[in-house]
Protein backbone atom coordinates (compact mmCIF):
# COMPACT_ATOMS: atom_id res chain seq x y z
CA UNK A 1 0.00 0.00 0.00
CA UNK A 2 1.04 3.36 -0.85
CA UNK A 3 1.00 6.38 1.63
CA UNK A 4 1.10 9.67 0.33
CA UNK A 5 2.41 12.18 3.61
CA UNK A 6 1.59 16.09 3.08
CA UNK A 7 3.91 18.69 4.26
CA UNK A 8 3.33 20.71 6.60
CA UNK A 9 0.45 19.88 8.14
CA UNK A 10 -0.92 23.39 8.48
CA UNK A 11 0.76 26.37 6.22
CA UNK A 12 0.17 30.24 7.43
CA UNK A 13 0.81 32.36 4.98
CA UNK A 14 -0.64 35.96 3.72
CA UNK A 15 -2.57 36.98 0.78
CA UNK A 16 0.40 37.68 -2.50
CA UNK A 17 2.63 35.47 -0.55
CA UNK A 18 4.12 32.13 -2.60
CA UNK A 19 2.96 28.51 -1.34
CA UNK A 20 4.78 25.21 -1.31
CA UNK A 21 3.26 22.11 -0.31
CA UNK A 22 4.34 18.82 -0.62
CA UNK A 23 3.55 15.49 -0.83
CA UNK A 24 6.05 12.48 -0.37
CA UNK A 25 5.10 8.85 -1.54
CA UNK A 26 5.73 5.90 0.56
CA UNK A 27 6.61 4.27 -2.81
CA UNK A 28 7.21 5.22 -6.17
CA UNK A 29 4.83 6.49 -7.83
CA UNK A 30 3.91 7.25 -11.76
CA UNK A 31 3.72 10.73 -12.05
CA UNK A 32 0.76 10.18 -14.70
CA UNK A 33 -1.32 9.42 -11.70
CA UNK A 34 -0.81 12.09 -8.90
CA UNK A 35 -3.19 14.69 -8.24
CA UNK A 36 -4.00 18.17 -6.10
CA UNK A 37 -7.68 18.87 -4.82
CA UNK A 38 -8.79 21.97 -3.03
CA UNK A 39 -11.01 20.85 -0.61
CA UNK A 40 -13.32 24.48 1.30
CA UNK A 41 -16.00 23.48 3.73
CA UNK A 42 -19.25 22.80 2.68
CA UNK A 43 -18.12 22.52 -0.70
CA UNK A 44 -16.98 19.68 -3.28
CA UNK A 45 -13.09 18.80 -3.69
CA UNK A 46 -12.10 20.72 -6.72
CA UNK A 47 -9.57 19.06 -9.28
CA UNK A 48 -6.51 21.57 -9.44
CA UNK A 49 -3.64 19.11 -11.16
CA UNK A 50 -3.56 16.10 -12.95
CA UNK A 51 -0.93 14.09 -13.84
CA UNK A 52 1.53 15.70 -11.62
CA UNK A 53 2.19 18.85 -14.02
CA UNK A 54 -0.82 19.38 -15.50
CA UNK A 55 -3.89 22.08 -14.44
CA UNK A 56 -7.51 21.16 -14.81
CA UNK A 57 -9.81 22.85 -17.05
CA UNK A 58 -10.46 27.09 -15.42
CA UNK A 59 -7.38 26.62 -13.13
CA UNK A 60 -5.53 29.74 -12.68
CA UNK A 61 -2.25 29.45 -13.67
CA UNK A 62 -1.00 30.94 -10.57
CA UNK A 63 -1.27 27.12 -9.67
CA UNK A 64 1.26 24.56 -10.72
CA UNK A 65 2.61 21.33 -9.61
CA UNK A 66 5.69 19.53 -10.25
CA UNK A 67 7.60 16.52 -8.93
CA UNK A 68 7.98 12.70 -9.93
CA UNK A 69 8.92 9.24 -8.18
CA UNK A 70 8.61 9.99 -4.60
CA UNK A 71 8.29 13.61 -4.45
CA UNK A 72 5.82 16.27 -5.51
CA UNK A 73 4.68 19.73 -4.96
CA UNK A 74 1.89 21.98 -4.91
CA UNK A 75 2.99 25.39 -5.92
CA UNK A 76 0.37 28.64 -5.65
CA UNK A 77 3.25 31.29 -7.21
CA UNK A 78 0.64 34.30 -5.26
CA UNK A 79 -1.95 33.77 -2.81
CA UNK A 80 -5.43 34.96 -3.53
CA UNK A 81 -7.83 35.24 -0.66
CA UNK A 82 -10.09 32.24 -2.04
CA UNK A 83 -6.86 29.78 -2.06
CA UNK A 84 -6.92 29.63 1.59
CA UNK A 85 -8.49 26.08 1.86
CA UNK A 86 -7.24 22.26 2.92
CA UNK A 87 -5.35 20.73 -0.31
CA UNK A 88 -5.21 16.94 -0.91
CA UNK A 89 -2.97 14.96 -2.98
CA UNK A 90 -4.46 11.48 -4.62
CA UNK A 91 -2.56 8.79 -6.56
CA UNK A 92 -4.05 5.97 -8.30
CA UNK A 93 -2.10 2.48 -7.71
CA UNK A 94 -3.26 -1.01 -6.69
CA UNK A 95 -4.16 -2.07 -3.45
CA UNK A 96 -6.05 0.55 -2.30
CA UNK A 97 -6.90 1.79 -6.09
CA UNK A 98 -6.79 5.32 -4.81
CA UNK A 99 -5.06 6.88 -1.91
CA UNK A 100 -5.47 10.62 -0.25
CA UNK A 101 -2.51 12.53 1.57
CA UNK A 102 -4.12 13.98 5.05
CA UNK A 103 -4.12 16.66 3.84
CA UNK A 104 -2.10 20.69 4.19
CA UNK A 105 -4.25 23.29 5.75
CA UNK A 106 -3.31 26.54 3.97
CA UNK A 107 -4.66 29.11 6.46
CA UNK A 108 -3.71 32.92 6.78
CA UNK A 109 -1.68 34.71 8.20
CA UNK B 1 -22.52 20.88 -18.00
CA UNK B 2 -21.38 17.83 -16.15
CA UNK B 3 -23.58 17.77 -12.85
CA UNK B 4 -23.57 14.52 -10.35
CA UNK B 5 -26.15 14.61 -7.38
CA UNK B 6 -26.13 12.39 -4.41
CA UNK B 7 -28.78 11.32 -2.50
CA UNK B 8 -30.01 8.58 -0.02
CA UNK B 9 -27.51 10.02 2.99
CA UNK B 10 -29.64 10.24 6.66
CA UNK B 11 -29.68 9.01 10.06
CA UNK B 12 -29.22 4.86 10.53
CA UNK B 13 -28.33 2.63 13.49
CA UNK B 14 -25.23 0.85 13.74
CA UNK B 15 -25.86 -2.28 11.82
CA UNK B 16 -28.27 -0.64 9.64
CA UNK B 17 -28.79 0.08 5.85
CA UNK B 18 -28.41 2.73 3.58
CA UNK B 19 -28.46 2.81 -0.36
CA UNK B 20 -26.82 6.05 -2.10
CA UNK B 21 -27.68 6.84 -5.54
CA UNK B 22 -25.66 9.56 -7.76
CA UNK B 23 -27.58 11.01 -11.02
CA UNK B 24 -25.49 12.19 -13.72
CA UNK B 25 -25.62 14.11 -16.42
CA UNK B 26 -23.90 16.28 -19.04
CA UNK B 27 -21.35 13.82 -19.80
CA UNK B 28 -21.36 9.85 -21.72
CA UNK B 29 -21.72 8.37 -18.01
CA UNK B 30 -21.26 4.78 -19.46
CA UNK B 31 -17.48 6.16 -20.99
CA UNK B 32 -16.14 6.71 -17.40
CA UNK B 33 -15.07 5.14 -14.61
CA UNK B 34 -16.66 6.68 -10.92
CA UNK B 35 -16.04 6.63 -7.80
CA UNK B 36 -17.33 7.24 -4.09
CA UNK B 37 -14.94 9.41 -1.81
CA UNK B 38 -16.03 10.17 1.89
CA UNK B 39 -15.21 12.36 4.62
CA UNK B 40 -15.38 12.26 8.26
CA UNK B 41 -16.42 14.84 10.57
CA UNK B 42 -13.18 16.49 10.64
CA UNK B 43 -11.04 13.97 9.23
CA UNK B 44 -9.25 14.10 5.65
CA UNK B 45 -10.83 12.46 2.11
CA UNK B 46 -10.93 8.49 1.88
CA UNK B 47 -11.39 7.06 -1.39
CA UNK B 48 -14.56 4.07 -0.61
CA UNK B 49 -15.25 2.12 -4.27
CA UNK B 50 -14.99 2.72 -8.03
CA UNK B 51 -16.55 0.99 -10.86
CA UNK B 52 -15.33 1.17 -14.42
CA UNK B 53 -17.47 2.63 -17.33
CA UNK B 54 -18.83 -0.83 -18.53
CA UNK B 55 -19.76 -1.55 -15.10
CA UNK B 56 -17.30 -5.16 -15.38
CA UNK B 57 -15.06 -5.12 -12.34
CA UNK B 58 -15.83 -3.15 -8.82
CA UNK B 59 -13.53 -2.28 -6.23
CA UNK B 60 -13.23 -1.88 -2.72
CA UNK B 61 -11.23 0.10 0.08
CA UNK B 62 -10.25 -2.24 2.56
CA UNK B 63 -12.46 -0.79 5.50
CA UNK B 64 -15.63 -1.37 3.77
CA UNK B 65 -15.03 -4.73 1.58
CA UNK B 66 -17.70 -7.12 1.77
CA UNK B 67 -20.15 -4.44 3.26
CA UNK B 68 -20.36 -2.00 0.95
CA UNK B 69 -21.00 -2.68 -3.08
CA UNK B 70 -20.68 -0.58 -5.60
CA UNK B 71 -23.00 -0.72 -8.84
CA UNK B 72 -24.23 1.58 -12.15
CA UNK B 73 -27.49 1.73 -14.07
CA UNK B 74 -25.86 2.65 -17.27
CA UNK B 75 -29.33 3.13 -18.57
CA UNK B 76 -30.34 5.49 -16.16
CA UNK B 77 -26.90 7.70 -15.52
CA UNK B 78 -27.10 6.52 -11.88
CA UNK B 79 -24.10 5.18 -9.55
CA UNK B 80 -24.95 3.21 -6.59
CA UNK B 81 -23.54 2.43 -3.08
CA UNK B 82 -25.86 -0.01 -1.05
CA UNK B 83 -24.09 0.27 2.51
CA UNK B 84 -24.73 -2.64 4.75
CA UNK B 85 -24.00 -3.70 8.43
CA UNK B 86 -22.55 0.41 9.05
CA UNK B 87 -21.08 1.18 11.53
CA UNK B 88 -19.91 4.64 13.33
CA UNK B 89 -16.87 4.92 11.50
CA UNK B 90 -18.98 5.11 8.43
CA UNK B 91 -20.55 8.04 9.09
CA UNK B 92 -19.14 10.72 6.72
CA UNK B 93 -20.40 12.76 4.04
CA UNK B 94 -20.41 11.12 0.93
CA UNK B 95 -19.07 12.14 -3.05
CA UNK B 96 -19.54 10.78 -5.92
CA UNK B 97 -16.83 11.46 -8.26
CA UNK B 98 -16.70 11.13 -12.05
CA UNK B 99 -12.88 9.18 -13.17
CA UNK B 100 -10.77 10.70 -15.96
CA UNK B 101 -9.11 9.21 -18.42
CA UNK B 102 -7.30 6.02 -17.99
CA UNK B 103 -3.94 7.81 -18.55
CA UNK B 104 -4.17 10.01 -15.35
CA UNK B 105 -6.60 8.31 -13.25
CA UNK B 106 -8.16 11.52 -11.13
CA UNK B 107 -11.47 12.64 -10.10
CA UNK B 108 -12.59 15.49 -12.31
CA UNK B 109 -16.16 16.20 -11.38
CA UNK B 110 -17.91 15.53 -8.05
CA UNK B 111 -21.25 16.06 -6.40
CA UNK B 112 -22.36 17.97 -3.06
CA UNK B 113 -22.05 15.23 -1.21
CA UNK B 114 -24.63 13.31 1.18
CA UNK B 115 -24.20 13.38 4.51
CA UNK B 116 -24.31 9.66 6.21
CA UNK B 117 -24.88 9.50 10.16
CA UNK B 118 -24.73 6.51 12.23
CA UNK B 119 -25.99 6.92 15.61
CA UNK B 120 -28.42 4.64 18.08
Known amino acids: EIVLTQSPGTLSLSPGERATLSCRAS???????LAWYQKKPGQAPRLLIYGASSRATGIPDRFSGSGSGTDFTLTISRLEPEDFAVYYCQQYGSSPLYTFGQGTKLEIK | EVQLVESGGGLVQPGGSLRLSCAASGFTFSGYAMSWVRQAPGKGLEWVSAIPGSGGGTYYADSVKGRFTISRDNSKNTLFLQMNSLRAEDAAVYYC?????????????WGQGTLVTVSS
Open chain 1, 27 to 33: QSVSSSY
Open chain 2, 97 to 109: AKGTTVTTRSFDY
